[in-house]
């Protein structure tokens, strides 16, 4: 039976494949204040400014592609069980061939109901519209988690994280939560690899091992590493 790996991905593995991080240093995310653009209260203001940003996200997104962190996950595969948790909006993940990933914080290219949250729509165009609707006559809007809004497959991320035989952290500052919290429900002793360039503030546990490089660098030797100790 294989063993499991679970990787807690961040925006620090998108921004090597050119998609602008989160929240930049000075607080702002592409120029916007991110309470204006990632919360109800900035829908409720102004849904074209929000509608927009998000239009702009896609056709970014789309025009990223996957890089050597993102097809290492992809590597562990052949020997391993990988589930991806990721904070991720972008399908880099999926695009690069993973074949289990769980967007904590939704998913970019779905709209959805702003009355209906099951009501979930795939997009393939970059665009939704002031006057686009649901089925049901209610406008649409991304099918994002915004600051204030629950994280739904939060317990689900919980589930996979108890189970791990192996946990990465990859290119995520664990400083947004509840996401940050899911590196506390691993197993104990399970190893645990922090790959970032800035190490994260955390406190000394067994199996812990701090990978000081981006995740082009880090993900591709750790994977290489998990690889051989499959071989041997």
């Known amino acids: 039976m294989k063993k ?30 991110v309470e204006d653009v990632a919360s109800p209260e900035g829908w409720a203001r102004n849904p074209q400014l929000v509608l927009e940003f998000y239009n702009q996200r896609r056709q970014a997104a789309r025009a990223a ?31 690069a061939g993973s074949s289990h990933v769980i967007h904590l914080h939704g998913k970019l290219f ?45 317990e689900r991320a919980m589930e996979e ?16 939560y509840p996401a940050a919290n899911l590196v506390h429900y691993t197993p104990t ?9 800035n190490q994260p503030p955390m406190s000394a546990r067994p199996g812990l091992h701090f990978v000081r490089e981006p995740a082009t660098v880090g993900v591709p030797r750790i994977a290489a590493e998990l690889l051989a100790q499959t071989s041997n």
Request: aromatic share 6%.
């Open 161 to 176: 994280t108890a189970t791990a035989d192996i946990f990465l952290v990859v290119g995520t500052s664990l400083q947004v």
């Open 4 to 33: 499991k790996i679970v990787a807690l991905t961040g925006a620090g593995i998108s921004a090597e494949s050119g998609l602008a991080t989160f929240r930049g240093s000075d607080g702002l995310w592409e120029g916007h204040r």
């Open 110 to 154: 779905e709209s959805r109901s702003t009355r209906f949250e099951h009501l979930v729509y795939p997009m393939t165009g970059d665009r939704i519209a002031l006057g686009d609707q649901c089925e049901k006559g209610h406008q649409l809007r991304p099918n994002i988690v915004w600051f204030g809004e629950a994280v739904p497959l939060m």
């Open 65 to 95: 592609q996957p890089n050597a962190g993102h097809r290492a996950l992809v590597a562990l595969e052949q020997a391993y069980e990988v589930v991806i948790i990721t904070q991720n909006v972008d399908d880099l993940h999926e695009r």
């Open 189 to 197: 002793g399970c190893p645990t690899y922090i790959i970032d360039p």
